[in-house]
Structure formats: structure tokens, C-alpha cells
């Protein structure tokens, strides 16, 4: 597993994956494909960089309509975390606010306006944290993504390597601790 200057990238690079696409994305598909070869003793960078092939000849609106299709319209494949841990029941209100408590503890400013659980603000969040709030993090909703990236897999959808990649490589964390 990576030390903990890679671990950040790698978590910083899985965020920037699995946001909704966008022209900036599309703009940085050649730092994102140096970022991943500098990253190339990871196996599971490999995924990562078939993925940022499939950015290059993809143009931005069928991409968007994509995400928009597979995560945004579906509840089975939304990256929302406490979604897929308490659904619609009130508990999910009280998860919520204990991401934005644990972001305001860390000194975190969220960037934008999605939910505080939306896997690439976490993942964001992961990148900065401390090696222990990580741990704990992933620990907790690991097996919401490994739902996730099985559910993407039935669909046959391109980001299942990217989601089993990130899979992997919270394992790795978890079980090495940093």
C-alpha cells in the first residue's frame, strides 16, 4: 500500500474520477495521465488509466449524461454513502451531520453544495485527514463500496474498475493503517 504522500494522491486522483464530469476534467486528462504513471508501482492504477483513455474519446455530454444516468437517477449506484447504509430513514439526517461535524473538527471546507457523504467530497476529505480518521472512515463504508462497485460490475458500466480500484486500495489502507 502506498505511503502516506501517495496514499493522498491516489485517494485525491479516485475523487477526481468519480466527480461529475466536467470540461476541467477533460482539460486534465494529461496531468491525470501523468499522475497515474507516476504512480505505476500501484497495480490498481492500471484501471485508472483505461478509465482516463475512455475520457479522452468521450465527448463531455454523453459523459455527463452518463454519470447523471448511472449515479444521480439510480439509488442502487448513488455515491452517497449514508444512502446506501440507512436509505431514506431519519438516521441518515444524523450521518450527515456527523460528516460535517467530523469536516469542521478537521478544518475541512467542503468546496462545493453536494451532500457532505458524496463519495468524491469524502474522498477529498480522505486525501488531507489524518491517518486515523481515514482508517476509521474506510472501515466504516467499505462494504457500501464494495455494493457499489458489484452493482457496477452487473451493469457492465466503465466506472466498475475505477470503483474496484478504489476498493482495493481502502483495503490496502484499512489493513496497513495509513
Known sequence: MPIQEDR????????????????????????????????????????????????????????????????????????????????????????LANFRQLYKIAGYEQADSELPDYLPVVLEFLSLCSDRTCSNILERHIPHLEVLASRLKELGDPYQDVMEALCTTCRQIVARGV
Open 8 to 95: 493522498r494522491r491516489i485517494l485525491k486522483l479516485f475523487s477526481v474520477l468519480l466527480d461529475y464530469p466536467n470540461e476541467e476534467l477533460l482539460q486534465s486528462v494529461d496531468e491525470l495521465r501523468l499522475e497515474f504513471s507516476n504512480l505505476s508501482q500501484y497495480p490498481v492504477m492500471t484501471a485508472c488509466q483505461d478509465f482516463v483513455k475512455l475520457l479522452e474519446c468521450t465527448p463531455l455530454i454523453p459523459m455527463q449524461e452518463h454519470y447523471a444516468t448511472v449515479f444521480d437517477f439510480s439509488a442502487e449506484t448513488c455515491l452517497n454513502l449514508t444512502y446506501h447504509e440507512h436509505g431514506e430513514q431519519p438516521e441518515r439526517g444524523a450521518a
